[in-house]
Protein backbone atom coordinates (compact mmCIF):
# COMPACT_ATOMS: atom_id res chain seq x y z
CA UNK A 1 0.00 0.00 0.00
CA UNK A 2 2.66 2.26 0.89
CA UNK A 3 4.35 1.97 -2.47
CA UNK A 4 0.41 3.07 -4.42
CA UNK A 5 0.25 5.92 -2.05
CA UNK A 6 3.20 7.76 -3.00
CA UNK A 7 2.80 6.75 -6.77
CA UNK A 8 -0.42 9.02 -6.39
CA UNK A 9 1.56 11.43 -4.60
CA UNK A 10 3.84 11.76 -7.78
CA UNK A 11 0.88 11.57 -10.27
CA UNK A 12 -0.96 14.45 -8.24
CA UNK A 13 2.36 16.50 -7.18
CA UNK A 14 0.36 19.00 -5.34
CA UNK A 15 -2.58 18.29 -2.87
CA UNK A 16 -4.60 18.76 0.31
CA UNK A 17 -5.00 15.69 2.27
CA UNK A 18 -8.59 16.22 1.83
CA UNK A 19 -8.50 15.77 -1.90
CA UNK A 20 -6.16 12.72 -1.53
CA UNK A 21 -8.20 10.53 1.02
CA UNK A 22 -11.05 11.46 -1.82
CA UNK A 23 -8.84 10.20 -4.15
CA UNK A 24 -7.18 7.22 -2.39
CA UNK A 25 -10.32 6.21 -0.73
CA UNK A 26 -7.97 5.47 2.26
CA UNK A 27 -9.35 7.15 5.29
CA UNK A 28 -7.54 9.98 6.57
CA UNK A 29 -6.40 7.81 9.88
CA UNK A 30 -4.17 5.58 7.65
CA UNK A 31 -3.41 8.40 5.29
CA UNK A 32 -1.60 10.42 7.93
CA UNK A 33 1.36 8.47 9.51
CA UNK A 34 2.25 7.69 5.69
CA UNK A 35 2.37 10.91 4.39
CA UNK A 36 4.28 11.77 7.62
CA UNK A 37 6.77 9.50 7.09
CA UNK A 38 6.89 10.74 3.11
CA UNK A 39 7.72 14.75 4.58
CA UNK A 40 10.67 12.48 7.44
CA UNK A 41 12.28 10.64 4.18
CA UNK A 42 12.40 13.94 1.94
CA UNK A 43 9.74 12.73 -0.32
CA UNK A 44 6.96 15.26 0.52
CA UNK A 45 7.56 18.68 1.78
CA UNK A 46 4.27 20.40 3.26
CA UNK A 47 3.28 24.23 2.48
CA UNK A 48 0.04 25.98 3.19
CA UNK A 49 -1.53 23.05 4.28
CA UNK A 50 -0.87 21.11 1.03
CA UNK A 51 1.73 18.29 0.23
CA UNK A 52 4.12 18.80 -2.53
CA UNK A 53 6.25 15.79 -3.86
CA UNK A 54 9.40 16.73 -4.04
CA UNK A 55 10.62 15.46 -7.75
CA UNK A 56 14.49 14.01 -7.58
CA UNK A 57 16.08 13.30 -10.72
CA UNK A 58 18.55 10.22 -10.86
CA UNK A 59 21.59 10.65 -9.32
CA UNK A 60 23.44 8.49 -11.67
CA UNK A 61 22.10 10.26 -14.57
CA UNK A 62 23.26 13.73 -13.34
CA UNK A 63 26.63 12.60 -12.16
CA UNK A 64 29.03 11.33 -15.18
CA UNK A 65 31.79 9.65 -12.47
CA UNK A 66 28.81 6.96 -12.40
CA UNK A 67 29.43 6.25 -15.47
CA UNK A 68 32.55 5.79 -15.79
CA UNK A 69 33.22 2.79 -13.43
CA UNK A 70 30.93 -0.64 -13.26
CA UNK A 71 28.31 -0.91 -10.40
CA UNK A 72 30.65 -3.34 -8.33
CA UNK A 73 33.20 -0.36 -7.63
CA UNK A 74 30.36 2.28 -7.36
CA UNK A 75 29.03 -0.08 -4.38
CA UNK A 76 32.39 -0.51 -3.18
CA UNK A 77 33.08 3.31 -2.65
CA UNK A 78 29.20 3.63 -0.93
CA UNK A 79 30.42 0.98 1.52
CA UNK A 80 33.55 2.54 2.15
CA UNK A 81 32.15 5.53 2.84
CA UNK A 82 29.31 4.21 5.31
CA UNK A 83 32.45 2.74 6.99
CA UNK A 84 34.25 5.96 7.29
CA UNK A 85 36.70 4.50 5.26
CA UNK A 86 39.20 7.54 4.62
CA UNK A 87 39.65 8.41 0.88
CA UNK A 88 43.62 7.32 0.17
CA UNK A 89 42.05 3.35 1.71
CA UNK A 90 39.18 3.48 0.00
CA UNK A 91 41.22 4.44 -3.45
CA UNK A 92 43.15 1.45 -2.59
CA UNK A 93 40.18 -0.68 -1.98
CA UNK A 94 38.21 -0.11 -5.37
CA UNK A 95 41.40 0.26 -6.97
CA UNK A 96 40.47 3.94 -8.76
CA UNK A 97 42.32 6.96 -7.61
CA UNK A 98 41.60 8.97 -4.23
CA UNK A 99 40.52 12.41 -6.20
CA UNK A 100 37.34 10.43 -7.92
CA UNK A 101 36.60 8.94 -4.23
CA UNK A 102 36.54 12.58 -3.25
CA UNK A 103 34.19 13.49 -6.19
CA UNK A 104 32.48 10.43 -4.99
CA UNK A 105 32.22 11.36 -0.86
CA UNK A 106 31.27 14.87 -2.08
CA UNK A 107 27.82 13.40 -3.92
CA UNK A 108 27.09 11.62 -0.97
CA UNK A 109 27.46 14.27 1.31
CA UNK A 110 25.79 16.26 -0.66
CA UNK A 111 22.60 14.09 -1.17
CA UNK A 112 22.79 13.65 2.77
CA UNK A 113 22.79 17.35 3.23
CA UNK A 114 20.35 18.09 0.77
CA UNK A 115 17.40 15.44 2.20
CA UNK A 116 17.94 17.09 5.39
CA UNK A 117 17.71 20.41 4.13
CA UNK A 118 13.97 19.44 3.10
CA UNK A 119 13.26 17.91 5.93
CA UNK A 120 13.99 21.13 7.55
CA UNK A 121 12.12 23.12 5.37
CA UNK A 122 9.09 21.00 5.90
CA UNK A 123 9.15 20.73 9.75
CA UNK A 124 10.12 25.14 9.67
CA UNK A 125 6.67 25.81 7.63
CA UNK A 126 4.47 24.01 10.06
CA UNK A 127 6.24 24.92 13.31
CA UNK A 128 8.76 28.23 12.91
CA UNK A 129 11.33 28.07 15.76
CA UNK A 130 14.37 30.03 16.69
CA UNK A 131 18.03 28.73 15.03
CA UNK A 132 20.64 28.05 17.49
CA UNK A 133 23.87 29.83 16.61
CA UNK A 134 26.86 27.98 16.80
CA UNK A 135 30.13 28.02 15.82
CA UNK A 136 32.80 25.28 14.03
CA UNK A 137 36.08 26.56 12.96
CA UNK A 138 35.42 30.16 13.31
CA UNK A 139 32.47 29.78 11.07
CA UNK A 140 28.86 29.93 11.94
CA UNK A 141 26.14 27.56 11.59
CA UNK A 142 22.24 27.74 11.60
CA UNK A 143 20.82 24.63 13.69
CA UNK A 144 17.50 23.31 14.28
CA UNK A 145 15.82 20.80 16.18
CA UNK A 146 13.05 18.33 15.19
CA UNK A 147 11.56 15.18 16.38
CA UNK A 148 14.97 14.28 18.68
CA UNK A 149 17.07 15.56 15.62
CA UNK A 150 19.53 18.29 14.60
CA UNK A 151 18.68 19.81 11.17
CA UNK A 152 21.87 22.02 10.12
CA UNK A 153 21.11 25.17 7.38
CA UNK A 154 23.59 27.00 5.54
CA UNK A 155 20.89 30.39 6.05
CA UNK A 156 18.72 31.61 8.71
CA UNK A 157 15.57 30.65 9.14
CA UNK A 158 13.40 33.18 10.39
CA UNK A 159 9.63 34.01 10.85
CA UNK A 160 7.97 36.20 13.42
CA UNK A 161 6.29 32.81 14.35
CA UNK A 162 9.80 31.56 16.12
CA UNK A 163 9.22 29.24 18.75
CA UNK A 164 12.03 29.19 21.71
CA UNK A 165 13.07 25.71 22.75
CA UNK A 166 11.61 23.96 25.56
CA UNK A 167 13.76 22.75 28.84
CA UNK A 168 13.27 19.19 27.29
CA UNK A 169 14.35 19.89 23.96
CA UNK A 170 17.42 22.34 25.20
CA UNK A 171 18.45 19.36 27.28
CA UNK A 172 17.91 17.07 24.19
CA UNK A 173 19.27 19.63 22.05
CA UNK A 174 22.75 19.80 24.25
CA UNK A 175 23.21 15.84 23.89
CA UNK A 176 23.50 15.60 20.55
CA UNK A 177 25.64 18.87 20.04
CA UNK A 178 28.12 17.30 22.27
CA UNK A 179 28.88 14.59 20.01
CA UNK A 180 28.20 16.75 17.02
CA UNK A 181 31.08 18.85 18.67
CA UNK A 182 33.10 15.82 19.45
CA UNK A 183 33.07 14.51 16.16
CA UNK A 184 33.83 17.59 14.30
CA UNK A 185 37.47 18.60 16.14
CA UNK A 186 39.46 17.46 13.09
CA UNK A 187 40.50 20.83 11.05
CA UNK A 188 40.18 18.68 7.81
CA UNK A 189 36.05 19.28 8.45
CA UNK A 190 36.03 23.54 7.83
CA UNK A 191 35.87 22.20 4.48
CA UNK A 192 32.39 21.51 3.30
CA UNK A 193 31.19 22.51 6.96
CA UNK A 194 27.51 22.43 6.89
CA UNK A 195 28.00 19.19 4.54
CA UNK A 196 30.16 17.15 6.98
CA UNK A 197 27.96 18.03 9.87
CA UNK A 198 24.66 16.83 8.31
CA UNK A 199 26.91 13.86 7.41
CA UNK A 200 28.14 13.23 11.16
CA UNK A 201 24.26 13.87 12.11
CA UNK A 202 23.68 11.09 9.66
CA UNK A 203 25.93 8.35 11.34
CA UNK A 204 24.82 8.91 14.60
CA UNK A 205 23.55 5.75 16.68
CA UNK A 206 23.01 3.82 12.89
CA UNK A 207 25.20 0.68 12.02
CA UNK A 208 26.64 -0.10 8.79
CA UNK A 209 23.33 -2.12 7.09
CA UNK A 210 21.26 0.93 7.75
CA UNK A 211 23.35 3.57 6.29
CA UNK A 212 24.47 1.39 3.34
CA UNK A 213 20.68 0.85 2.38
CA UNK A 214 19.98 4.67 3.03
CA UNK A 215 22.75 5.70 1.07
CA UNK A 216 21.97 3.46 -2.09
CA UNK A 217 18.54 4.28 -2.21
CA UNK A 218 19.30 8.02 -2.22
CA UNK A 219 22.37 7.62 -4.95
CA UNK A 220 19.27 5.14 -7.18
CA UNK A 221 16.37 7.92 -7.00
Known amino acids: MKDKILQLCRRLNKFSLENFEILSEIPKSDLLPLLDEFVKEGKLITKNGEYIYCKQNPVIQNHSIFKLYPAVV ?38 IYQRQKRQLDSYYLKQPQKARHRKFFDKEVYLYFYFNQIFISETLLKSEDDRIFSSKEK ?25 KIA ?12 LYFDLKSLVQH
Not at 199 to 210: A, N, S
Request: charged content about 25%.
Open 74 to 111: TDTVIRSFCEDIKTIKASNIANIGEDQVQKFYTIFRTL
Open 171 to 195: AEFTTIYCYLSRNLTHNTNANNLNY
Open 199 to 210: ETLWRRKRGFKD
